[in-house]
């Protein structure tokens, strides 16, 4: 299982809509800051605080080159969060499998039909 704290980290990026669609933006390759703030209309400190909470959920790596700060998708890529995910889906599936099994056993315990 994966650490809370990357989870918590993962998450709390990913839970500003500015945040997801930089996350968005780089899936199609690298960016400056300026390309990443142009379309939200925001100064450059605003987006390099939104790519910092990026960075440090591993989501995002940036670096300068020349008197630009170029980004792009870090190595996290959300593998651990979906694999939070994942594991509580099929949990939560077992669960409701296992409930509907029990009402259609009730169902024919009964003798009565879903048209009763």
């Excluded at 009730?106 to 039909?113: E, H, P, V, W």
């Amino acid at each position: 299982m994966v650490h809370h704290e990357v989870l918590d980290r993962v998450f709390s990026a990913v839970a500003d809509s500015t945040r997801r669609e930089v996350l968005v933006r780089l899936g199609r390759g690298p960016a400056s800051l300026g390309e990443l703030a142009e379309p939200f209309a925001m100064s450059l400190t605003g987006m390099a605080k939104h790519v910092r909470v990026l960075e440090d959920a591993d989501l995002v790596i940036s670096e300068k080159v020349g008197r630009t700060r170029v980004c792009r998708l870090g190595e996290e890529r959300l593998e651990d969060a979906m694999a939070w995910i994942s594991f509580y889906q099929r949990l939560w599936e077992r669960r409701l499998d296992g409930l509907e099994a029990y009402f259609t056993l009730l169902k024919g315990a009964d003798g009565k039909g879903a048209d009763a």
